[in-house]
């Protein structure tokens, strides 16, 4: 199996540019995170999927990140406009058995807003 | 809510000694407790967990340690070697995992 697998793996763009980040789960595994990580915050949980439904998105900062997963083996987030402070490397992960499991990280995506 | 507290954020220790890394959590339903290595660069990965039926479990040289009735748990890695040079990370969770803000360990020659 590849693993997870996250795409783009770099993202520069510009402040109020629409920002998508793509997930690819391991194969079976029926949850999927997002979370976000920087070096004043740490590793955030944005928001997780069990069975493609959403079942926590407390995490989400603000109305300005969205979450979809429209079937088991693709999930999208998506920040629409970015801003600076959403600069951080965005980690999807996945896992057979949610939050109380082993959680199997794709590489990240090392996103800077200019 | 729920809160994850993890110390040193910091630490130093010489090659070839033990490191211990101690979290409290806030949540007395949590149940799982993993424990998570990102070196530099890298992604995180799943070392070590424990649940909380259990006190104690080891492999090789980590070992974790939980004492529900404190709400701690703690990291002990013996005979460090340079590779164990890396954050790591605890988690507590129940419904909703939640993770400390990371030990960043160096192993000093």
């Known amino acids: 199996d590849a693993g997870v697998i996250q795409s783009p793996r770099h993202e520069v763009t510009e402040m109020g540019q629409e920002v998508t980040l793509r997930c690819k789960p391991i194969s079976g595994h029926d949850y999927l995170f997002w979370y976000r990580q920087t070096m004043m915050r740490g590793l955030e949980l944005l928001i997780y999927?069990?069975?493609?439904?959403?079942?926590?998105d407390s995490g989400m900062p603000e109305d300005r990140f969205s979450a979809k997963m429209p079937n088991a083996s693709f999930s999208t987030l998506k920040i629409q406009p970015s801003e600076p402070r959403d600069s951080a490397v965005y980690f999807c992960?996945?896992?057979?058995?949610?939050?109380?499991?082993?959680?199997?990280f794709g590489p990240g995506t090392r996103l800077l807003v200019l | 809510g729920e809160n994850v507290e993890q110390h040193p954020s910091t630490l130093s220790v010489q090659e070839g000694d033990s490191a211990v890394i101690k979290c409290t959590y806030s949540d007395s339903a949590s149940n799982y407790f993993p424990w998570y290595k990102q070196e530099l660069g890298k992604r995180p990965q799943l070392i070590i967990d424990i649940r909380s039926n259990v006190g104690e479990k080891k492999d090789q040289r980590i070992a974790v340690t939980l004492n529900k009735t404190a709400k701690h748990f703690s990291l002990h890695i013996t005979e460090t070697q340079p590779e164990d040079s890396a954050v790591y990370f605890c988690a507590a969770s129940y419904d909703k995992i939640i993770f400390g803000k990371g030990t960043r360990l160096h192993i000093l020659p």
């Open positions: 992960a996945s896992s057979p058995s949610g939050s109380r499991g082993t959680q199997y």
């Open positions: 999927f069990n069975n493609n439904v959403p079942i926590d």
